[in-house]
């Protein structure tokens, strides 16, 4: 611990003090109790000869902790011939020590947890490094061009070699990694020409594109295959014609471009202790026709099959897992891209249910020509763009996914960028409360959708624009048709509204060219402006509520001529007396064999007394129901037999 006198610097440094041997260091605070060493000036020669950094300096009666060894705080001390680092001291930072032309050893104690990149870069007379027990992290570029240095030991608490670490260190003939190490970086030991002997413990998971290029070891290996640890690092030599590959068992990681650019690969089968595929690791694999993904695969890299234009089937044997595997980048991560056909314990899927669970798909089934229908869970909750891109068969969808469908679609694609226009039938599961406004708009292709009773709103723009849609099944439940609901369905001919809708709102059927006939409810209490707007083919609206709707200017003025009324008998003098419906020159009583509303799901049995309003589907009034259809209270209501106390049902 050293008590001296400091001074504050406006430049490079905040303190300067000496060490036990009288050489000035200086320092910048990390905070009000800890220390990182720095330069006097940038790129000036702040350091000369032996410098021991102390772990402590005591400053104006407080102890501050040396922690840290700052960026570029040794760079260019070319006369710097060794340096002492305390085990105060837990991190080393970038360049901190680069060219230090006369440094000759360096002793990096347990406490450094991580050397940071290029600390000690063309140090080209660096001959000895000891790295303790506590390093995790040595940097990319650390010890590049360390031409001197002719062996290294990492230690098993080392978990990662970045990227270019030992590059070109032309001296090396041997290193020893322990048992801990997981991950070596992209040409991590490139252009070492002298390296003999590595040993390469069994924990290494990830080895990086040419991490042993241009080494004498390398060079040694047999064609073929070449693992290390429990990665395939890649394909040495020409791989033959025809050749089929079965990954090692116990392997975990095929590595960025393990097999990149072997056009001889027929198909490969991976087992299951595989779980991750690296980026680029099938690129321009051009004779590849099929590839066998086991379940335990969790990742599949960016571009891992790009080029792989011969690919016909994928083999997995389980869908959830499948649905699980996070494909990173681009579509070309997904070997369907070119394959187009997925097969589930060698049967082709068609019909595919997404396994409850699953939670989210990203790229999973892109330009999966064999699907025809897909089943969504509620359990889903995300669908990333292209998870279903270009599957051209795919024409039916069942959506039981809130989540899914209660998304606004104002602002985004509608159900069409996510399933493809190609689709021609919908339906909406009972889990389904809310469909997000504008969500089938543009699905021109869609020719059927069923909405649930769960459903209680058609929202904004639903269906605006669907001119193939010819059906609508809209189940009981539903109360509110949103404006321009089905805008511009120009194929909808009919349409048969359940009993419990209550408001129709503005433009909710405009531009309906092809609709000849709409069936009202008799719970409907609204009508907006231009609700039919556009409907040059309505000639017939079978209205079963007893009291008029309140309406805007819901017709167009032709309609008044053309369009037959059909309401109950008792009622027509209302609407001959009621605003914009005493226009219509044709207001007839509704008659047994008109369309009627669709009913409600569920049943319900009444008990008929003198409370009750009965009438016939003329309005005629009835002393009790009878067989078959009755309007009780304003509600369509189904008989079974002559009515007797108890026994009505409402369907």
Not at 361 to 381: D, E, K, M, Q, R
Request: aromatic share 10%; charged share 15%.
């Amino acid at each position: 611990m050293l008590a001296i006198m400091l001074s504050v610097h406006a430049s490079a440094y905040r303190i300067e003090a000496p060490n036990d041997e009288g050489v000035t260091i200086y320092y910048n605070y990390i905070n009000n109790t800890e220390l990182e060493v720095t330069y006097r000036e940038r790129n000036s020669a702040s350091y000369r000869g032996a410098v021991a950094i102390p772990e402590t300096v005591t400053y104006d009666g407080e102890v501050l902790k040396v922690t840290s060894i700052g960026t570029e705080a040794f760079a260019n001390c070319t006369a710097l011939t060794s340096v002492t680092i305390p085990h105060s001291v837990t991190t080393v930072k970038g360049k901190s020590f680069a060219y230090c032309y006369s440094l000759t050893s360096i002793t990096i104690p347990g406490s450094v947890k991580t050397i940071g990149n290029n600390a000690f870069q063309y140090c080209n007379k660096l001959a000895a490094v000891t790295l303790s027990d506590g390093l995790t992290t040595i940097g990319q570029h650390v010890f590049q061009d360390c031409t001197a240095l002719a062996s290294i030991t990492i230690p098993g608490s080392v978990t990662t070699i970045d990227d270019y670490a030992f590059r070109r260190c032309t001296a090396l003939t041997s290193v020893d990694m322990l048992e801990g190490v997981t991950t070596i970086g992209v040409e991590v030991f490139v252009g070492c020409t002298s390296l003999t002997t590595i040993a390469i413990p069994h924990s290494v998971m990830s080895v990086g594109e040419g991490a042993f290029a241009d080494t004498p070891w390398y060079a040694s290996q047999p064609d073929g295959i070449i693992y290390v640890g429990v990665a395939l690092y890649t394909y040495k030599g020409t791989m033959p014609p025809n050749t089929s590959v079965e990954v090692r068992e116990g392997i975990k990681t095929l590595s960025v471009g393990a097999l990149r650019g072997c056009e001889g690969l027929t198909s490969v089968t991976m087992p299951t202790s595989v779980t991750t595929i690296g980026d680029e690791a099938f690129r321009r694999c051009t004779g590849l026709t099929s590839v066998t993904i086991p379940h335990s695969v969790t990742t599949i890299g960016k571009n891992a099959f790009l080029g792989c234009s011969a690919l016909t089937a994928v083999h997995i044997s389980d869908l959830a897992a499948w649905c699980h595997v996070q494909f990173n980048g681009d579509t070309y991560s997904n070997p369907l891209i070119y394959a187009h056909h997925l097969y589930l314990n060698g049967e082709e899927i068609h019909d595919l249910v997404i396994p409850d669970g699953v939670t989210t798909l990203v790229y999973t089934f892109t330009a999966c020509y064999g699907l025809t229908s897909v089943t969504i869970p509620n359990s889903l909750t995300t669908i990333e763009d292209y998870t279903f891109h270009d599957c051209p068969n795919m024409t039916k969808v069942t959506l039981n996914s809130n989540a899914v469908a209660s998304r606004q679609y104002s602002d985004h694609p509608s159900f069409n960028y996510l399933f493809g226009n190609q689709v021609t039938e919908y339906v909406i599961g009972e889990d389904v409360t809310t469909i997000g406004d504008h969500a089938f708009e543009n699905c021109t292709n869609v020719t059927a959708i069923t909405i649930p009773y769960s459903v209680t709103t058609i929202g904004k723009g639903l269906f605006r624009g669907c001119t193939g849609l010819t059906s609508v099944t809209i189940s009981n439940g539903v109360t509110v048709i949103d404006q321009e609901a089905f805008y511009g369905c120009t194929s909808l001919a009919t349409i048969t509204l359940p009993s419990s809708i209550t408001d129709i709102k503005k433009s909710a059927f405009s531009g309906c060219t092809s609709l000849t006939s709409v069936v009202i409810p008799s719970q409907v209490t609204f009508f907006g402006d231009n609700v039919f707007n556009g409907c040059t083919s309505l000639t017939h609206l079978y209205c079963y509520a007893e009291e008029p709707p309140r309406t805007g200017i819901a017709f167009n003025e032709s309609h008044y001529d053309t369009v037959t009324l059909h309401v109950p008998a008792a009622s027509i003098p209302d609407y001959q007396n009621f605003p914009i419906w005493y226009h219509f020159k044709h207001i007839i009583a509704l008659a047994n064999v008109d369309p009627k509303p669709t009913n409600v799901e569920h049943v319900t049995v009444f008990n008929v007394n003198s409370r009750n309003t009965v009438y016939d589907l003329n309005g005629r009034r009835r002393q009790q129901p009878q067989k078959g259809l009755n309007i009780i209270n304003g509600r369509t209501v189904n008989v079974d037999c002559n009515a007797t106390l108890g026994s009505v049902r409402e369907r």
